[in-house]
């Protein structure tokens, strides 16, 4: 996607995550080798936006640090008055800014590039004010659902604890990412009322606001509703941290790797793996390693930071941390293999 000049990012990484049961920031819990916030960073990046901004709260020095490497701007919300009020501490990052705004979670891991330049082309297309993310879900629990009237037009999102049974009863939710014009968002914001079951300003109160000014909403909805959902709790954690690592294992397959497998194998987003290589069952490779072509690893390797020559054949069990293996050379089963970076 080439260069877009009138958009900004807002992404949301202000929240405790009381469902976690930790005193970690939720954002700064590792999936697959980062904290779950440097995969929505990475997921925007390509997006080349003006401003990216990253509303910070809970442990914020220590969120702020994890993001040195990217290219945003940050602000603190002092209170968690609710996801608008998140919305509006990034107003004065983008004072006197005119375009499209697009906010998101920071904890949305799963979430993909091609989806949200997919949205970014429908909300310029459709030409409104206020794009919106829905997906189904079977069990829509603890979601915001998506309340359209009988042409299929969108009027509301009511969430979970101000929602009737019957509204409960709607499969469709509220994805959590919108694509609003500056001028509207912080407009409707300072609508907002507070009068609801937790007393907080809704972000998603901005939709039927536009709605009571006859503003049609445009709703994109994606099909892999999986790419949306949050992670709140350990269980999602660990079910975020295996569909990253399918999609990385699926790719390597592709490339031409085997793995007889995948779904026990790990590998490290920055591994370098050459074409034929075998991978038994229980591998792991991580940090800054490579994998010379047609290497074998047998089951329950581990390796850490090494580089492993074309033709190495590792045996079963062995563990090899910041060591250089020859090409061609054998490495015989529950070796331990250590040796200082030079």
């Not at 080798?33 to 440097?38: D, E, G, Q, S």
């Not at 929505?40 to 910070?56: F, G, H, Q, R």
């Not at 014009?181 to 609508?191: E, P, R, V, Y």
């Not at 990253?244 to 294992?249: A, D, S, V, Y």
């Amino acid at each position: 996607m080439g260069q877009q000049t009138d958009l900004f990012l807002i992404i949301l990484a202000a929240g405790k995550g009381t469902r976690m049961r930790s005193e970690q920031a939720k954002v700064l819990h590792q999936i697959f080798y980062a904290p779950m916030l440097h995969h929505v960073m990475e997921a925007v990046k390509p997006l080349k936006s003006d401003i990216t901004a990253v509303v910070l709260g809970h442990q914020k020095e220590m969120v702020a640090e994890s993001l040195v490497t990217y290219d945003a701007v940050s602000c603190v919300q002092r209170e968690q008055l609710g996801t608008g009020h998140a919305v509006l501490c990034a107003e004065p990052l983008l004072a006197g800014k005119k375009g499209t705004v697009m906010i998101l979670c920071g904890d949305t891991p799963l979430i993909q590039t091609e989806t949200l330049e997919q949205m970014l082309v429908a909300h310029k297309k459709h030409g409104g004010p206020l794009t919106m993310m829905s997906t189904l879900l079977d069990f829509p629990a603890n979601y915001g659902r998506v309340i359209v009237n009988d042409a299929g037009l969108v009027l509301s999102i009511v969430e979970e604890k101000d929602a009737t049974s019957e509204q409960k009863a709607i499969k469709e939710i509220n994805a959590g990412i919108y694509c609003v014009d500056s001028d509207f968002l912080f407009s409707a914001l300072k609508q907002v009322s507070r009068n609801n079951s937790q007393g907080e300003v809704y972000l998603t109160d901005i939709v039927a606001i536009a709605t009571k000014q006859s503003i049609p909403v445009e709703k994109y909805m994606i099909s892999c509703s999986s790419e949306v959902l949050g992670v709140n709790s350990r269980v999602e954690l660990a079910e975020a941290h295996h569909e990253l690592q399918r999609r990385r294992n699926r790719q390597l397959m592709l490339d031409g790797v085997t793995m007889y497998d995948p779904a026990s194998i790990s590998v490290a987003p920055e591994v370098e793996i050459g074409q034929d290589v075998i991978l038994f069952p229980g591998v792991h490779i991580t940090g800054h390693s490579s994998i010379g072509q047609k290497a074998v690893l047998e089951n329950g390797v581990l390796v850490k930071n090494c580089r492993i020559g074309e033709n190495a054949w590792i045996g079963a069990y062995s563990y090899l941390e910041q060591c250089s293996v020859p090409a061609g050379k054998v490495i015989a089963p529950h070796s331990v293999i250590r040796e200082e970076t030079r």
